[in-house]
Nanobody
Framework: QVQLVESGGGLVQPGGSLRLSCTTS????????MDWYRQAPGKQREWVAT???????SYGDAVKGRFTISRDNSRNTAFLRIDSVKPEDTGDYFC????????????????WGEGTRVTVYS
């Protein structure tokens, strides 16, 4: 089964930077759109950013100007660069793909990774 695997989380001080990665595993797949979500401790999951295969991006209001989403289509890898981190950026960050294809075949919908944890501390 195709999986999404996040990495890059860790400890970071306020004002610092971090880059998260999300890669599909198992086979070579086509992922038209990739998303990042996050969930702070005790809070609801919120949408962070989206990128299409063509490179079109969109961001949630809370992260505009500080977060940058990008992707490597050859590896179906999505990245999330977090700049000028704030304490409220602490939480688990999840990769999401609405649809995953193998060739022309839709093999998975609403796919989520297990998350990578970002902790902002002083």
């Amino acid at each position: 089964q195709v999986q999404l695997v996040e990495s890059g989380g860790g400890l970071v001080q306020p004002g610092g930077s971090l880059r998260l990665s999300c890669t599909t595993s198992g086979h070579t797949f086509s992922v038209p759109t990739m998303d990042w979500y996050r969930q702070a401790p005790g809070k609801q999951r919120e949408w962070v950013a989206t990128i299409t295969r063509s490179g079109a991006t969109s961001y949630g209001d809370a992260v505009k100007g500080r977060f940058t989403i990008s992707r490597d289509n050859s590896r179906n890898t999505a990245f999330l660069r977090i700049d000028s981190v704030k304490p409220e950026d602490t939480g688990d960050y999840f990769c999401h793909a609405a649809e995953i294809y193998y060739g022309a075949s839709l093999v998975r919908t609403d796919a989520w990774g297990e998350g990578t944890r970002v902790t902002v501390y002083s």
